[in-house]
């Protein structure tokens, strides 16, 4: 997994990017029938000003590719920890829909297979007594 930490006008320590790595990676467990090395994060950091009446506000957007996919997620908090916290929740719930939404695809199309290859409600058949 890709993993490209961006920010404008801020200096990113260790300790964070370490923890949005740990955060983030976790997200591995969706795409595990996918190639890994194609799956791609990228994190930008930037710092809100003017629209706050104290302190610092911080948004964070991730971008999630894979093969076939994208997911993105954006949050605003007062620091970069929750900020990462509020995005991998909503990545995962995104991501889970998508996954749950492919499985009803499919099953529907294979009720529907199924429905069209039985056997016509005209036939007739002796009941054994």
Do not use: C, W
């Amino acid at each position: 997994m890709q993993f490209i930490l961006k920010s404008q006008e801020l200096e990113i320590s260790h300790d964070f990017e370490k923890y949005a790595r740990k955060k983030l990676s976790k997200l591995e467990k969706y795409f595990e029938n996918s190639n890994l090395e194609l799956v791609k994060i990228i994190v930008e950091i930037n710092k809100i000003s003017g629209r706050h009446r104290k302190g610092e506000f911080y948004k964070a957007e991730v971008d999630l590719s894979a093969p076939g996919e994208f997911f993105r997620s954006e949050s605003e908090s007062g620091d970069f920890y929750s900020a990462i916290d509020i995005v991998e929740d909503q990545l995962k719930e995104d991501i889970r829909k998508a996954k749950t939404k492919k499985q009803t695809m499919f099953r529907r199309g294979a009720r529907s297979i199924k429905k069209k290859a039985s056997i016509s409600p005209l036939a007739r058949f002796k009941k054994n007594k």
